[in-house]
Structures are given as C-alpha cells and as structure tokens.
C-alpha cells in the first residue's frame, strides 16, 4: 500500500505537507502513518480520504491487485449511445492487438523474464479493464427496462 500512497501524495497539489494539513494531521503523525513508525498505519478510510482528495484510484488498484482482482471504474453514462460502445470495441481491438504483440515478443525466446511479466500483466489488465468497462456500459445502455422491473 506503500507505494500506492506515495503515487497519490504526488498527485496531491502541494504533496505530502498539503495532504497532511487537508487530512487534519500534523507532518510527524502523517509520516508515522506513511512509513508505520510506531505500529502506526493509515486506517481504510484514511485511504480512501487521500484517494479522494488526490483524485487518483491508486488505492483502489492495490487493494484490487491484493485480491487478485483488476479496479475498473466505471465510465459516467448520462449520454451514451451506440458510437460509446463502438468506441469501446475499437479501443478493446487496439489493446488486445497491443497485448498480442507483446506476448509474442516474451515468448518468442521461451522464457518470460520478470520485466516481461510485469509488462504482459499491466497489458493484461488493461483488457481487461476494457472489457469490464464495455460490458458496464452495454447493461447501463441495454437493461434499463429489465432493472425496472425487478
């Protein structure tokens, strides 16, 4: 979680004095939390206030990735339509055309070296985004009738 911590520091406008005064915390015990000096740690909705204040989804990412699982936020769907979903499609299209070429590039010695899978495996989750953020956007588009009916 560390080091999602540190990505979202930066993404705060002023960094980590900023952060610590916007979260009400002094610099020593915002540091004790980020480098748990002290058995001190930053509680989950510690987390998810720094995430929302940094307006990233690197917390949401690691612990994702903890799970063995993949964050996908959900696009904004007030006006969406068919050329969305075709936007979509070609954008899956280009990151699977993306994801095919590098795993032919880390296969084609027969070994996979740790660079190489930390590289098919952001690619692979990057399709997988896609594919979860079309289908999000296909039932928000499509099942509006059939969820009010349940």
């Given at each position: ?34 480098y ?95 594919v ?19």
């Amino acid at each position: 979680m560390r080091h999602a911590n540190l990505k979202m520091i930066k993404s705060f406008p002023g960094g980590k004095d900023a952060l610590a005064v916007a979260m009400g915390m002094t610099i020593h015990a915002f540091d004790n939390r980020l480098y748990n000096r002290k058995g001190q740690d930053f509680t989950a909705d510690e987390e998810l206030q720094i995430q929302s204040f940094s307006g990233t989804t690197f917390f949401a990412d690691a612990v994702a990735s903890l799970s063995g699982g993949v964050f996908v936020e959900l696009p904004d769907v007030s006006d969406i339509g068919n050329d969305e979903l075709l936007e979509k499609w070609n954008a899956l299209y280009a990151k699977v055309g993306e994801f095919s070429g590098k795993f032919s590039r880390a296969i084609s010695d027969d070994v996979v070296d740790q660079r190489e899978r930390q590289d098919l495996s952001a690619a692979g989750e990057g399709v997988n985004k896609l594919v979860q953020e079309l289908l999000a956007l296909t039932f928000r588009i499509y099942c509006k009738q059939h969820e009010k009916e349940d």
